[in-house]
């Protein structure tokens, strides 16, 4: 394979697409919680689902560049931009929830009110954009929003998507419940039809009173199932379609199954190995850096897509994946296996060779490499780096945890020197990076576990976030980006792969990537 694609989904317009039939797809867990703002209800399989449940304003193409969806908004654009941004949505006319209700300002008021943060009673996800809003109110009628914002705000169409009927969230009691084990109320080209936890599977089905292009799919049956259970599953024709991810067997397996095609694409998520700057070992950023030129970024990565038929290209860019519009190669000199760099680093940083160790006031540089138990990738990965290091005298323990424990009882406290994990990407990359790379305000870490940061960093991350013009948010991301690799909060290694095996009939499906599943197109050949 020489490159990667940015979506594999069998395109088909969707007048060549059969009406009717059912889609089995397999997920990794049965939701609960279907407030996709809710502290619990954020995941990937939730989002997936309600993506053909729910109103998503806006939808992206396979380079991240995002749109407006005509079935809900005629118009969304910024009105004025001074003295406060003001955002104007203008909502399809004929959008209406499943109880009959229009969709209108008091949605988008209501889900506000929850998510600005200002109400410790609800339990949310994010405050990211809502607490910059001002003030939302009703534009010339109860179909015209209006929102103006104290602080610029550039990825303002991630707000609001997904969209939720104000009587089902307008209070703390609601937020909590109002959502949780069933879906009350939809508006969406399907509407469910059955949550059945013995089964631990959902079925939707297409709802007669959408007034968007007509779903082609009678019906979607989402069931939950174990990873290693999925390539068994779809041998067997019990679902018609699963995420390989990165397991190699999986992949095999399914190119051998009659009638299956593997989908291919370079998914949104990257993987990448954190620094715990606030550590002895690596609170120099001089160690850091020589720690990171010691190791080789390409044979992590070669190990980890092997046997997948995918190319080893790196990831050199914090802010946007490689088949993002925006990505650019910041990574510098550390993009360089350079050991012998590394090993001059740690002379000039006081830890001097005794043998095979490196050494400092007597004490050997020793790194603790936590990573969650069930991470095959994650343990490989670690023997290897902990082989390169030793090469410049630092010792790596490898200490696996519990899944569940990871990030609650390593990374955020900071119990552990380096940690690999992946960070999920999507259209709205910008202003998700203050959160995880902007300085820490005493025990408030937020999502920078690495413990480092500056203040000429957060002001170009506030720049990039506040701008409005995309390209030159875009610009500013990068230049942050560049400081984040002069950190060396962390070094990224690759975009994580999408590897969808599928029916050969299914159409309009498959590997993603950053583009927005088309629900009502879904289907399988005529």
Not at 195 to 223: E, K, M, N, Y
Not at 238 to 252: C, K, L, S
């Amino acid at each position: 394979m020489s490159r990667i694609g940015a979506y594999d989904i069998a395109p088909m317009p969707r007048e060549r697409v059969r009406d009717g039939g059912t889609l089995r797809l397999a997920t990794t867990e049965f939701p609960t919680q279907w407030n996709y703002w809710h502290l619990g209800g954020a995941d990937l399989d939730t989002a997936r689902i309600l993506g053909a449940l729910m109103p998503w304003l806006f939808r992206s193409d396979q380079r991240g560049r995002v749109t407006a969806d005509p079935s809900y908004l005629v118009r969304a654009e910024v009105t004025r931009k001074r003295p406060r941004q003001v955002v104007t949505y203008d909502l399809n006319p004929m959008a209406r929830w499943s109880d009959g209700t229009p969709l209108g300002y008091r949605d988008f008021l209501a889900l506000w009110r929850a998510c600005r943060g200002s109400d410790r009673a609800y339990q949310i996800t994010t405050s990211t954009g809502y607490d910059r809003i001002r003030q939302v109110t009703r534009g010339a009628n109860d179909r015209q929003v209006v929102v103006t914002f104290d602080r610029p705000f550039g990825e303002w169409r991630s707000l609001f998507s997904p969209l939720y009927p104000a009587r089902t969230i307008s209070d703390p009691s609601a937020w909590d419940h109002a959502w949780s084990g069933h879906i009350p109320v939809t508006a969406g080209p399907f509407r469910p039809e059955s949550i059945d936890r013995t089964a631990q599977a959902v079925t939707i089905v297409r709802d007669a009173h959408w007034w968007g292009p007509r779903a082609r799919l009678d019906r979607v049956v989402f069931r939950y199932l174990a990873r290693d259970a999925m390539p068994g599953a779809f041998a067997s024709g019990e679902i018609d379609a699963f995420d390989a991810g990165t397991d190699a067997a999986a992949y095999r397996r399914a190119r051998q199954v009659p009638g299956a095609v593997v989908r291919r694409a370079a998914g949104p998520d990257f993987s990448q190995l954190t620094f715990n700057g606030a550590t002895p070992a690596l609170a120099d950023v001089n160690v850091r850096r020589a720690v990171a030129m010691a190791i080789d970024r390409r044979a992590l990565a070669r190990s980890a897509l092997a046997g997948l038929d995918w190319p080893v290209l790196l990831l050199n860019d914090h802010a946007f994946v490689n088949t993002q519009e925006g990505y650019r190669d910041n990574a510098g000199d550390l993009d360089t296996y350079d050991p012998v760099g590394a090993g001059r680093l740690l002379d000039r940083a006081g830890w001097r060779t005794r043998g095979r160790s490196r050494l400092k006031d007597g004490r050997p540089l020793t790194l603790r490499y936590v990573y969650p138990a069930s991470a095959a990738t994650g343990r490989q990965s670690g023997e290897l780096i902990q082989v390169m290091l030793r090469r410049v005298g630092v010792r790596l323990e490898l200490r696996p945890v519990p899944d569940s424990d990871f990030f609650d009882r390593y990374l955020i406290p900071g119990a552990y020197d380096l940690a690999p994990f992946s960070w999920i990407g999507g259209p709205f990359p910008i202003s998700n990076l203050r959160p995880i790379y902007g300085r820490p305000r005493g025990n408030d870490v937020r999502q920078n576990v690495a413990r480092v940061g500056s203040a000429s960093l957060d002001a170009l991350l506030d720049r990039a976030t506040e701008e409005l013009n995309p390209a030159k948010a875009r610009r500013y991301a990068n230049e942050a980006d560049r400081l984040i690799w002069g950190e060396v909060h962390s070094v990224t290694l690759y975009q994580r792969p999408q590897i969808v095996p599928a029916r050969r009939t299914l159409v309009n499906w498959g590997a993603f990537g950053l583009y927005t599943p088309a629900w009502p197109d879904v289907g399988f050949r005529r």
